[in-house]
Nanobody
Framework: EVQLVESGGGLVQAGGSLRLSCAAS????????IGWFRQAPGKEREGVSC????????HYADSMKGRFTISSDNAKNTLYLQMNSLKPEDTGVYYC?????????????????WGRGTLVTVSS
């Protein structure tokens, strides 16, 4: 059974940083692309970033490029999202997701969200 547990969310001032973690179990990292979605209050869920467990290739939504960095530790089955220069519009619940779909725009479209999310609040 695929299990993804997010942590690391919290309250931060605009311009600050947070590092999210996602502990994964029940599947082999190397066979999946894993990543993050987020959902702001009153808005639809959107893809943030993904990383291929096979070759480490990454993909980011345009608004996150340069500010967010995704990484993974396959030995620990853990996914990370380093978020810098946070803005109030980054506020939302961040979810971890995993799917066999190749990391990229298709992953954003088809990946299933398994985690319960961690709340990130950026104050102005």
């Amino acid at each position: 059974e695929v299990q993804l547990v997010e942590s690391g969310g919290g309250l931060v001032q605009a311009g600050g940083s947070l590092r999210l973690s996602c502990a994964a179990s029940g599947f082999d990292f190397e066979d999946y692309s894993i990543g993050w979605f987020r959902q702001a209050p009153g808005k639809e869920r959107e893809g943030v970033s993904c990383i291929s467990g096979y070759d480490g290739s990454t993909h980011y939504a345009d608004s996150m490029k340069g500010r967010f960095t995704i990484s993974s530790d396959n030995a620990k089955n853990t996914l990370y999202l380093q978020m810098n220069s946070l803005k109030p519009e980054d506020t939302g619940v961040y979810y971890c997701a995993a799917d066999t779909v190749m990391c990229g725009t298709g992953w954003f479209k088809y990946a299933e969200v398994w985690g319960r999310g961690t709340l990130v609040t950026v104050s102005s």
